[in-house]
Every structure is written in C-alpha cells, then in structure tokens.
C-alpha cells in the first residue's frame, strides 16, 4: 500500500490548515477535493479501510467503492455540494478492503484560500455499522505497537535458592532497564520488574521460568514480556538452569540467560501481518521468480482470474494474456521495468472462461542488496466497476440525473456546434423553449415525486418527436430546449412543436392518476433571431411568454415587437417594484347596493396605481404581473392594512359601518400566514373582523392545499366575512360550497353583462342565485350597468349588486359623501 506521510508527495499534497499527522492517525477516513470537485488526498485510515493504493483513490477513483445501489445518489449529492459549494453530509455504503460494504457518514466542508477564493471540500467518514469493534481495533494495534522494543543483547543473572540476585552482566541492565543500584535489590518475586506472559497479562508466578527451575530443578525456558520502569516493554527468551550443591541435589540458586527477542517478535508478527494482507487483499498480487514463473498468488487472483493457486503456480502471467495488446506494448513495458524497476498502467486481460475484463496493474522488479533481481510483484485489480462508474460520471456531469436528457452544458455545447456547422453550410437552425403548464400546480399539491415522474414522461415522450440529429435537452424545473439542425423553412419547426403539443395531449397514467399537462412553446431561428447562442435561448424563452399569455398549449415564433413588449413588460415591473415605497398605489371603492333599498351595505376595494414616470396603469396589466414575480404579497399586505384603516376611519367620522371587501391572491394565501396577516391588519387598524370581508376565488380554494378548510376556520374565527369571487368561471365541483365557510357568493360580471339577450346566461346567474338561497347564503351580481340587468336579477330574489348603475370605484374621499348619503338609487327601471 502506497505511504501517506510523505507530505513531499505531488500525487499526495497534505492538506492545509491542519498538521500532516493529525489527519494521518485519525480514526476518522480523511479526505479533500479541489475546486473542480477531484480529490486529490486521502489518509493513512481511509487507504487502509479501502485497502486500495492511493492512485487508485485520487480523482473520481475513491468512487468505485461506493455500493452501486449508492452511487448515482452519492455522486449527484457530491457534484450538487460542490457546485453550490455548501456543506455536505451524506451516507452511503462503502466497500472495505475485505470486500464487506460499510455504512460510513461521510461530512465535507468547503474551504477557501488566503483571498477568500472557493478551494474545493476537505472532509471526513465514520464508520457507524460497527464504530466499537472499529475503535477497539485501532487500540489493539497501538498496543502492539507499543511493545516493539529495540535493544538486542542477550543478560545472564545468577540468584540464589531464595530469588535474591547474586550477578548480572550489563546486557541484562540494559535488557530490563533497571540500574545497577537497582539490579541489586531485583529479587525473583519482588516488583521492580514486571512479567508478561505472550498475551501481555501478568504471569503466574509458577509460568515463570526461573522458579520452575528452582522448584524442580530442572531446566525451564520460554518467553516472557517485560515491562521496565521507563515505560518500555521487551520480549524475551529466557533459559533457566538450575545450579546444584557439589554432588548433591540439593537446589542452592539459578541462572538465567535472557535473549532479547523484540525484534524477532516484531518481524514475525510483521510476516504474519505481510502474509495476512496477502492472503486477504482485495487487490490480485502474483509473486514470480526472476524468470517470471508463478511463485505465488492471492486468493483475490482466484476470484479474479479464476484459475486456481494450483493452475497458476509454475506459469508465466502469460496465461491472463487477452491477445489485445501488441509487442510493442509489452516492449515498452519491460523497458520501463528494466530502467525504473516499475511499471503501472492499463490492460486488459483474459479469465480462465475466456471473458475479457480491464485490470490497472502494477508490476515491480525486486532486487536483493547485491541488486540482483530475484522477484517481480504484480498487483492488479478488476477494474470493470471503476470504467463503468467514471462513465456514470461523465454521463451525469452532461446529463439531466433525472431524465437522462443533456443538461444546459451539454445543450449549450451542442447548440454552438450546430451553429458553427450552420454557419459554415448556409443551414438554419431552430430553437424551441418549451415550459410545461402549470406543473407548479401538480408539483405543489401531488408531492415532487408525482411531479418527477411526470417530468420523466414529458422526457420521453419528447425524446420520439425529435430525430437523432436533433437534442432534446432538460434546463432544470419544467422548462426544455430542443435543437432542430437543418432546417429548411420556419414551417419545419412548427410541424415539431404541433408534433410535440399532441404528443403531450393523452393524460399520464402516474399511480393510478391519471394527469395532463401541456407545453407553451418559444421559437427562435438561427440566423433570423439571432446567431449566437445567448441570443437565441433570450429570444425563444421570449416567444415562450407570449406562448402562455395566449392561452397556452400553443406555441409562437420570436419576433421584434415581442422583444419590445419584454422590455415594455420589465419596465413594468421595474416600475412596480418601487411603487410600493414611492407610495404609488391608492384604492378605490365601488359601492354595493341593496337592490330592495337602494341602501349601501359594503363597499369593494378595487387597487389603482399611478405611476410618476408612466402615468396612470391599468390592474389589468398590473396585477398580473405582479402575482407573477410575486410582488402581489407584500401589495397585497398593504391592500389589506390601508383597507381596514379606511373603513375604521368611516366609522370613527361616525358614519354608517358597512364592510369592506378585499381580495385576495391565490399567492398571498398560500405563501403567507394568511390569518396571521388579516389579524395584524384588523388589529393595528382597530377595526371588529365583522366589518371585513375577504374575497376568495373558486381556484383558489380548490389549489391551496388540503389544509385550506383549517386556515378559513381560523379566518371565520377572526370574525371576517368570506366570500367567493367570480362564482361559476372556476372549477365546477360545488362540494367545497359544504365545506367551506363561506358567506356569500358573487355572480361574475361576464355572466351578467348579457342575461338581457343571452338566455344561457340568464339561466347560469339564476341557477346561482337559486343555489345561494339553497344553502342560506347571500348573493352579489358584479357588473351592473343597465336597469334592465337590475331589474331581472331583482326579480330572480338577487339580493345586491354592484357596478357603474350605481357607481363606479372612487377615491375615499369621494365615497365618504356617498356613505353620508346612505343610497345609492339607481336609473329608472324600465319594464319589462
């Protein structure tokens, strides 16, 4: 295995900010990628639980042990980190050296260098399948590694029958580290010296060579650990020979000559470990003669290769030969083993069953100290899973993860080919900006599962309507380019994008849901709109917008008025922004009339805006947009406040209280606290809920989410009052008119401007007005303008309306003199 403590190493730099031997010894698995997300470290810890070298590691190549059914989410989430450079934490399963795959949470951090400049991640991995047996392992072998001790020499001590030293030599001194002053007073069971038996415990005292000899005088020998005062531990052998009155057998003392084994010890447990590798490697290794005969082979050459130790031992690495590489490669190759004692690289060999697979291989010529080569080690790996992963990653790094169409870069390299092509042949080029309608919606209210599902079918249906030419690429979102190369006339195009919005018109069968979705359609032209990529994407997506202001599921084609309007429209909304603090905005209020009395009972309050650079603007442009970028919250906030305060201020110039009517945003509702919002405005107003009325959309009810009923309970229990705006032009299904708690329902205009002449309006308003009393609920006809509309919604038992019979919207001032008034009586009716 390739050393990790070389901070010299250029395949190795140390990472910064920490010391080198920090990151060396820690438990944890330490790595660091540079800024185009390559790593380019990893340390002592994490090499050995891969047990791959580390040139296997550096790059993309740490992600071949990453556990397959991981790996496209592991890798997604590492590239997605790196590009929005934020912290990462993931787990996946990575694959140990003895092949078992480990659950390990992997934590990165950026970094950045002495200018502040993105610097890539440095992070690390704990293993949590088995951190305990992980942990107690490393202190074993720090242990083990605490007792190779390095003084050689071999100690004689002589004691008498009672244990008491009688001589030593120096070798023994140093051997048990003890001092001459100190020798003199080592007695045989004394504790100046410490006996360990071969597992490192305290001994029994009947284990120790010495009193064997003194007990049965007879000679007794075996090895001892001994833990000296200075911290250190030797291994020794010692032999006991017990010494003998003249002539007598009588016991009268004993000598002792002790070998210092440490380093023996150390070699052989080192040989047990180098052997153990070996046998247990994950990596192939073949060992050779100088003449290239099999010596031996690893368990992992078995699984590799399949042949046998039996079948390989006494061949060349001949036998794994797949024919695909000439001579000349392997002349290169030996010449490189000759002059630099190594070579590594690529090939690609042959199984025992004769299938071919890639291996990285390594191959070093060994020498003895004389420099004769005497042995060549092979290592070398199945690198089948690395080759298919670094084309995973080359795959995601220019494909959509969810699709599999191109990605922007691929797209947007693609596009410039197709250009630079064009450019050169006289060809036109089109591209089509698709953004699929509504998908926010089916988003929002199925889940972003459903909405990625249906995402992947819109792909491949999209995929067949192109040809192979063509690219057909995802941006991100809902929105897709497609490049169409040799285009002959405009009228090509169109036939795709038709292709395309009938291809998208039989539903989506997504979990037993059926779902239909559409596209709005841009289309630009190379050379006509543009030659150049930015260009051309800037003008389709253009086209597109005005695909979905009419109507959508349809498409259109770029031209100058639509970039005119575009810069018409962010003017606008470059406007709209700054309306709100330069205090453009007012409201209006349109009376409503109670058609018995002629009496007010409410009042509307309808937005205006003037701007001082454009004038006055309609809310027909206006709101639009502004609900599109999102502005209508915080307008619609201010609505709401300056609403309250108005009819707070009405009823403190003690006029008559009637309630106040506002609507509100399909947005507002969703994106805020919306009963947060209603009981902050009644509340710095001071005005009672009762006088409060909030106008809902049918659509709106119907799309803000399961918990609308809860949040309109909440409302009611504010004391405001609901009604439904524009009753009829939404969703047809009337169930929510049981379960919300509404209050009233207002008749849309369109419906009441031709109930004179129109008999299917006639019918629709006086189906609603008949449902309204049905359910005990009060009903409003908006867009009044003649008497003969007043007249007929009075005889179906309408009970108000409102509109410009009675009055138009107008400023507070104005209204206030009306509420003076109290009626609102409006033109003659004329009989019918």
């Not at 309006?761 to 009060?778: F, T």
């Not at 509109?803 to 109290?822: C, M, N, Q």
Request: hydrophobic share 40%; glycine share 8%; net charge negative.
């Amino acid at each position: 295995m390739a050393s990790t403590t070389d901070s010299t190493d250029p395949r190795n730099p140390a990472p910064q900010d920490f010391p080198l031997a920090l990151f060396e010894r820690f438990p944890a698995l330490i790595w660091r990628a540079d800024q185009y997300a390559s790593c380019t470290y990893f340390n002592r810890t994490w090499l050995e639980f891969t047990g791959r070298p580390l040139e296997q590691e550096l790059g993309d190549g740490w992600t071949a042990g990453i556990h397959p059914d991981d790996f496209d989410r592991c890798v997604s989430a590492y590239l997605g980190h790196f590009a929005a450079q934020t912290p990462l934490e993931m787990e996946y399963r990575l694959r140990r050296h003895d092949g078992e795959y480990r659950w390990v949470i992997d934590t990165g951090r950026p970094i950045h260098d002495e200018s502040g400049a993105f610097a890539g991640f440095i992070g690390f991995c704990l293993d949590i399948t088995d951190r305990r047996n992980t942990e107690a392992e490393l202190r074993e072998r720090e242990t083990r590694m605490r007792t190779l001790l390095a003084s050689m020499g071999e100690g004689v001590i002589m004691r008498d029958a009672n244990g008491m030293l009688q001589l030593h030599n120096a070798a023994a001194s140093e051997i048990l580290g003890l001092s001459d002053a100190e020798m003199s007073k080592l007695h045989l069971l004394g504790d100046l010296a410490l006996y360990l038996d071969e597992h490192g415990e305290p001994i029994k005292r009947s284990q120790i060579p010495a009193i064997q000899a003194l007990e049965t005088g007879k000679p007794a020998s075996g090895m001892l650990g001994v833990n000296r005062r200075d911290g250190t531990r030797r291994w020794v052998w010692t032999n006991a020979v017990p010494l003998f009155e003249d002539e007598s057998s009588t016991v009268r003392g004993v000598v002792t000559t002790i070998a210092d084994i440490t380093v023996r010890r150390s070699h052989e447990e080192q040989l047990k470990l180098a052997w153990t590798v070996f046998s247990n490697s994950v990596e192939a290794i073949i060992v050779t003669d100088a003449d290239e005969r099999i010596l031996s082979v690893n368990r992992a050459f078995t699984e590799v290769t399949g042949y046998t130790e039996a079948e390989a031992i006494g061949k060349t690495p001949r036998l794994l030969r797949s024919g695909t590489h000439d001579q000349d490669f392997y002349e290169a190759m030996w010449r490189d083993i000759e002059i630099l004692g190594f070579w590594q690289g690529e090939v690609r060999d042959r199984r025992k069953d004769g299938t071919f697979y890639p291996s990285s291989l390594s191959i070093s010529a060994v020498r003895d100290k004389g420099g004769r080569l005497t042995h060549y080690v092979a290592v070398f790996s199945d690198i089948t899973e690395r080759k298919a992963s670094e084309a995973r990653i080359a795959f995601l790094a220019h494909h959509d993860p969810l699709t599999g169409l191109p990605n922007r870069a691929l797209l947007h390299d693609r596009l410039e080919q197709a250009l630079a092509n064009a450019a050169r042949q006289g060809n036109r080029i089109a591209l089509l900006f698709l953004d699929l309608d509504r998908f926010k919606t089916i988003n929002d209210s199925l889940g972003h599962l459903m909405g990625d599902q249906l995402l992947q079918g819109v792909a491949l249906r999209l995929s067949n309507c192109i040809r192979d030419t063509d690219t057909v690429s995802r941006q991100g979102g809902d929105e897709f380019l497609i490049v169409l190369t040799g285009v002959d006339s405009p009228d090509d195009a169109a036939r795709v994008a038709e292709k395309i919005l009938v291809q998208l018109e039989p539903p989506f069968e997504i979990d037993s849901q059926q779902l239909g979705t559409s596209f709005s359609i841009g289309i630009a032209l190379y050379p006509e709109d543009g030659n150049s990529v930015e260009t051309l994407m800037k003008n389709a997506d253009t086209a597109m917008y005005h695909a979905k202001e009419s109507g959508r599921n349809t498409y259109r084609f770029f031209d100058e008025v639509m970039n005119v309007n575009a810069l018409e429209r962010l003017h606008l909304e470059n406007g709209l922004r700054r309306a709100l603090e330069q205090r453009e905005f007012t409201l209006h209020y349109q009376p409503q009339v109670d058609l018995s009395s002629g009496r007010i009972i409410g009042m509307e309050a309808l937005l205006r805006w003037f701007s001082g650079v454009m004038g006055g603007i309609s809310p027909a442009r206006f709101i639009p947009l502004a609900e599109e970028c999102g502005l209508i919250v915080p307008i619609g906030e201010w609505v709401l406040q300056t609403a309250c305060r108005q009819a707070r201020s009405w009823q403190d110039q003690g006029l008559p209280p009637v309630p106040v009517a506002v609507n509100l945003s399909a947005m507002q509702f969703r994106r805020t606290d919306i009963v947060a919002t209603v009981a902050r405005a009644l509340a710095d107003s001071g005005l009672d809920g009762t006088w409060l009325e909030l106008e809902l959309t049918e659509s709106l009810l119907m799309q803000s989410g399961p918990d609308v009923e809860a949040i309109l309970g909440r409302l009611k229990a504010l004391g405001v009052r609901l009604s439904i705006d524009d009753f009829g032009t939404g969703y047809s299904s009337l169930a929510y008119l049981k379960r919300f708690p509404v209050d009233r329902l207002k008749i849309d205009q369109s419906f009441v401007r031709d109930i004179t002449d129109d008999p299917d309006d006639a019918a629709i308003v006086r189906a609603v007005i008949q449902l309204g009393h049905s359910l005990r609920l009060e009903v409003i006809a908006e867009g009044t303008e003649t008497p003969e509309q007043m007249a007929f919604l009075r005889d179906e038992g309408c009970s108000a309306a409102q509109g410009y019979l009675f009055s138009p919207p107008l400023p507070a001032d104005a209204v206030t003199e009306l509420l003076r008034v109290g009626t609102l009586p409006a033109a003659p009716i004329v009989p019918g």
